[in-house]
């Protein structure tokens, strides 16, 4: 048996991963030590495997850029970074293209790529707009303080995906309430499996009636573009459909409420986009490099031998790479810790990189625009209406964020 301290040595050597934060707002430090020695280093996950985690910038980009790294979860070596993980291995049929590689991958991402572009997010911003007056308009006649998460970043998505899927505005609390399952870790993998069946079971439904009787929504378009013709199953369209309901709802709900936490607790931002609204765009990717909500990063699998600077990976080994950490690398982004909205933060990897980077960037960003606009024009001095310590940080979510924002102004 070994001794404890080979024990320990070999613990040191490959340590849990992920690591605990210490200030909320930020990566686990372990990462910047991380990322200033080798290209990768070995971690330990949650089932006792170890895998390469990846901390730079310059890493993730050339890990992601490659094609050598699968994204299938079948793959031999891919991490299972949750015990939910391993669903999608048990059930194949049930992935998205985001877990698949080419020419599966660009054949389903092409169909929808014409609907996230972004002229056809910014088409969405009057809409945005006057939705969010509407909605700020009713929390600031009512009763202070407004917890901004329930009233503002978790219903504003959700009703953009309505809007987008032709779905009537009382399903929303449906889609919002298994989609947040199906990114939570504190839920077990039979309760997370059970949610993505209720949905699916929704969305087939949603398909099946377009197939009957299409509108002109987002769903429709897919049917009589694809389903008809015969280049797209019911079967493909439904997990499609899913991916869009819970990127498009959870993650830019995540990343909203920590933007507005930081305009709430920032007076230099709160003040400098009060001063030049036109420096919104560039204060929200400075603000998605800052948050890097996908907080566990992103998982592939090297199917042959890769070098990575001064390390090997080999085939069949996994590899995570850790967005908040290279997004956070002072090579690329001096002063990484400081949040600037008058930085250029356009190379940040908040959306990932390569082929699978996030087909809705677009419109998320927009909406995250308009909400912060709206904030400013509707709670000038918007201000916590709590001790930052009382805030409670969603550490078992997939996408960090917020359960709640109590705010007043």
């Given at each position: 048996?070994?001794?404890?301290?080979?024990?320990?040595?070999?613990?040191?050597?490959?340590?849990?991963?992920?690591?605990?934060?210490?200030?909320?707002?930020?990566?686990?430090?372990?990462?910047?030590?991380?990322?200033?020695?080798?290209?990768?280093?070995?971690?330990?996950?949650?089932?006792?495997?170890?895998?390469?985690?990846?901390?730079?910038?310059?890493?993730?980009?050339?890990?992601?850029?490659?094609?050598?790294?699968?994204?299938?979860?079948?793959?031999?070596?891919?991490?299972m970074l949750t015990p939910t993980s391993k669903l999608v291995r048990a059930a194949p049929h049930t992935a998205s293209f985001i877990r698949m590689d080419d020419p599966d991958h660009s054949r389903l991402r092409s169909m929808l790529t014409r609907d996230f572009l972004a002229r056809k997010a910014e088409e969405m911003r009057p809409v945005l707009r006057e939705f969010l007056d509407g909605m700020l308009a009713e929390l600031v006649a009512g009763e202070r303080p407004v917890d901004l998460v329930a009233g503002l970043t978790t219903p504003v998505p959700s009703r953009v995906i309505t809007l987008l899927f032709g779905v009537s505005e009382d399903r929303r609390d449906f889609i919002e309430s298994r989609s947040a399952i199906l990114i939570d870790r504190g839920y077990t993998p039979d309760q997370v499996a059970a949610a993505r069946d209720e949905l699916d079971g929704f969305l087939r439904e949603l398909v099946e009636s377009r197939v009957a009787d299409p509108g002109t929504d987002l769903v429709s378009r897919l049917v009589i573009d694809q389903v008809r013709p015969g280049t797209l199953s019911v079967d493909e369209l439904v997990p499609m459909c899913r991916l869009l309901l819970v990127a498009g709802h959870g993650t830019t709900t995540s990343q909203a409420s920590l933007s507005l936490l930081s305009l709430a607790t920032d007076p230099g931002l709160a003040d400098a986009l009060t001063k030049d609204e036109g420096l919104l765009p560039k204060a929200v990717e400075e603000l998605l490099r800052f948050h890097s909500i996908v907080q566990n990063g992103l998982a592939r699998a090297a199917t042959e031998d890769v070098q990575l600077d001064d390390v090997t990976i080999r085939a069949g080994e996994g590899v995570v790479l850790s967005l908040s950490a290279g997004n956070r690398d002072e090579r690329v982004f001096p002063s990484p810790d400081t949040l600037d909205p008058h930085r250029d933060a356009r190379r940040h990897l908040a959306f990932g990189h390569g082929i699978h980077q996030c087909l809705g960037q677009w419109l998320a960003k927009v909406e995250i625009e308009e909400m912060l606009a709206a904030v400013l024009r509707w709670m000038p001095g918007v201000r916590l209406a709590v001790p930052f310590e009382e805030l409670d940080f969603r550490h078992e979510v997939s996408s960090y964020g917020l359960g709640a924002l109590p705010v007043t102004w």
């Amino acid at each position: 048996m070994q001794n404890d301290a080979a024990l320990q040595e070999e613990k040191a050597a490959a340590p849990s991963y992920p690591m605990p934060r210490v200030c909320p707002v930020d990566p686990p430090p372990q990462l910047a030590a991380l990322r200033a020695g080798r290209a990768a280093s070995r971690v330990t996950l949650w089932d006792g495997s170890e895998v390469w985690l990846v901390t730079s910038h310059a890493g993730a980009r050339a890990v992601l850029g490659d094609r050598r790294f699968t994204a299938v979860t079948s793959a031999p070596g891919f991490p299972m970074l949750t015990p939910t993980s391993k669903l999608v291995r048990a059930a194949p049929h049930t992935a998205s293209f985001i877990r698949m590689d080419d020419p599966d991958h660009s054949r389903l991402r092409s169909m929808l790529t014409r609907d996230f572009l972004a002229r056809k997010a910014e088409e969405m911003r009057p809409v945005l707009r006057e939705f969010l007056d509407g909605m700020l308009a009713e929390l600031v006649a009512g009763e202070r303080p407004v917890d901004l998460v329930a009233g503002l970043t978790t219903p504003v998505p959700s009703r953009v995906i309505t809007l987008l899927f032709g779905v009537s505005e009382d399903r929303r609390d449906f889609i919002e309430s298994r989609s947040a399952i199906l990114i939570d870790r504190g839920y077990t993998p039979d309760q997370v499996a059970a949610a993505r069946d209720e949905l699916d079971g929704f969305l087939r439904e949603l398909v099946e009636s377009r197939v009957a009787d299409p509108g002109t929504d987002l769903v429709s378009r897919l049917v009589i573009d694809q389903v008809r013709p015969g280049t797209l199953s019911v079967d493909e369209l439904v997990p499609m459909c899913r991916l869009l309901l819970v990127a498009g709802h959870g993650t830019t709900t995540s990343q909203a409420s920590l933007s507005l936490l930081s305009l709430a607790t920032d007076p230099g931002l709160a003040d400098a986009l009060t001063k030049d609204e036109g420096l919104l765009p560039k204060a929200v990717e400075e603000l998605l490099r800052f948050h890097s909500i996908v907080q566990n990063g992103l998982a592939r699998a090297a199917t042959e031998d890769v070098q990575l600077d001064d390390v090997t990976i080999r085939a069949g080994e996994g590899v995570v790479l850790s967005l908040s950490a290279g997004n956070r690398d002072e090579r690329v982004f001096p002063s990484p810790d400081t949040l600037d909205p008058h930085r250029d933060a356009r190379r940040h990897l908040a959306f990932g990189h390569g082929i699978h980077q996030c087909l809705g960037q677009w419109l998320a960003k927009v909406e995250i625009e308009e909400m912060l606009a709206a904030v400013l024009r509707w709670m000038p001095g918007v201000r916590l209406a709590v001790p930052f310590e009382e805030l409670d940080f969603r550490h078992e979510v997939s996408s960090y964020g917020l359960g709640a924002l109590p705010v007043t102004w």
